[in-house]
């Protein structure tokens, strides 16, 4: 059987794809993974006997598009899975089927012989990436408001919340693969300290130890993970702040996170010379630019290397997704959410909010590396040159005059 999975978009590796490639091989099936923009040449060339086609919410519209030029040419099975069609499924009935979560499972008891275990990912159509992908773990065992998580395993009530692998065997797959770089994909890296001692052990006994760049949660950030961290080459971490209001940050459902535990975990870090990146979203539902700005003062107590943020958007299935919806915060039908986490806010947020949090959006990584904190009037997408230029001159200042200024 042929089957062509299909992605949005090869910049960078799909894990998920390339699990279930690596499953339809070994099942004797042939697989072939290409992005949107080739899939139709590729059908035409190829003829497979079933495309698959992974979706994230954002793109749904352009899947459709491409799924009916796909079926004109006579392909008599379009599947569709990823988080759209799990969470979304009526907004898919244009394919015929939907896999809700995991397709390794489906794809082989369904299409394919059934096998015992997951091979590694088949990286055969991703090629010439500086960054390889990998995956430890499987799961999270927190459940906060915005993601998909917790409804993910209400999908699957056999799984328990985390599969954590054999470090010895992601090890051994990262000294198979021989990156430049790896990233792992995790949601929560090194939920064990076991676990973390193991891989740190089984990592340098490989003979090169490619720098790696993984996810823990605040609380994780201990002088022991930091030692475990440094001793197996960790070069950079993410966590994720989100906001650095309690109340904003209790409506997302993560009550447990206080801001001092990201202001000890940056110091933690900092003394271990990892680098770090935190994550922020900017316009939660009931926020305000005065709740924006306190998460942007914040980035700047913690100094990170990277102030991520991104601007919140309702995905539907997640609880803080359907909450706008029940509480009418967002009144749209999810087509103007688009695939960029840097977009105007889709949610019933006054214009003059919208365009604020656009422009924080823009300037939060540089105004947290300068050290600058704009005024609310300063937030005005006609501003943008002069925010730049006053963060910049913030940063040159506080260099030139031993950060008196
Ligand atoms: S920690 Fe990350 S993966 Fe886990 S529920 Fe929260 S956002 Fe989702």
Redesign the pocket.
């Known amino acids: 059987m042929k089957i062509l999975l299909v992605v949005k978009s090869k910049i960078m590796e799909n894990l998920g794809v390339q699990y279930l490639s690596a499953v339809i091989k070994r099942c004797g099936g042939q697989c072939k993974i290409v992005d949107l923009t080739n899939a139709v040449d590729t059908v035409i060339k190829w003829n497979p006997d079933m495309v698959g086609m992974s979706i994230m919410t954002g793109s749904q519209n352009e899947f459709k598009t491409e799924a009916h030029v796909i079926r004109q040419l006579g392909v008599s099975k379009i599947i569709v899975g990823g988080a759209h069609p799990t969470f979304f499924p009526e907004d898919c009935k244009w394919a015929d089927e939907v896999v809700r979560g995991e397709a390794e499972e489906y794809f082989s008891s369904v299409y394919l012989n059934s096998i015992d275990e997951i091979p590694w990912p088949d990286r055969t159509d991703f090629t010439g990436m500086k960054i390889r992908d990998f995956i430890s773990s499987r799961g999270?065992p927190?459940?906060?408001g915005?993601?998909?998580?917790?409804k993910w395993s209400e999908l699957h009530p056999h799984f328990p919340k985390v599969r954590i692998r054999d470090a010895k065997d992601v090890c051994a797959e990262i000294k198979h693969v021989n990156p430049q770089f790896a990233y792992f994909q995790d949601?929560?890296f090194g939920l064990s300290m076991k676990w973390m001692e193991e891989f740190a052990l089984s990592y340098n006994k490989m003979k090169t130890c490619p720098p790696y760049h993984c996810h823990l949660?605040p609380k994780q950030v201990t002088e022991e993970m930091c030692y475990y961290l440094q001793s197996s080459n960790c070069h950079s971490i993410r966590m994720?702040l989100e906001s650095a209001s309690d109340r904003l940050r209790k409506l997302m459902n993560?009550p447990n996170l206080d801001t001092k535990n990201v202001l000890m975990a940056s110091g933690e870090l900092r003394t271990a010379g990892i680098k770090f990146m935190i994550q922020n979203i900017l316009a939660i539902p009931t926020s305000t630019i005065e709740d924006d700005l306190s998460t942007l003062e914040f980035n700047i107590r913690c100094k990170p290397d990277y102030a991520w943020s991104s601007i919140f958007a309702p995905y539907p299935g997640t609880v803080l997704g359907d909450m706008c919806k029940a509480e009418g915060w967002y009144k749209g039908d999810y087509s103007d959410i688009t695939d960029s986490f840097f977009d105007q806010s889709v949610l019933e947020f006054d214009a003059e909010y919208k365009e604020q949090t656009y422009v924080l959006q823009k300037v939060f990584a540089l105004c947290v590396e300068t050290g600058y904190m704009p005024k609310v009037d300063e937030l005005r997408i006609s501003n943008l040159p002069k925010l730049v230029h006053a963060a910049s001159r913030k940063l040159g200042d506080s260099r030139l005059y031993r950060g008196i200024l």
């Not at 915005?146 to 917790?150: E, I, L």
């Open positions: 999270c927190h459940n906060c915005y993601c998909y998580n917790r949601s929560c949660r994720a993560r």
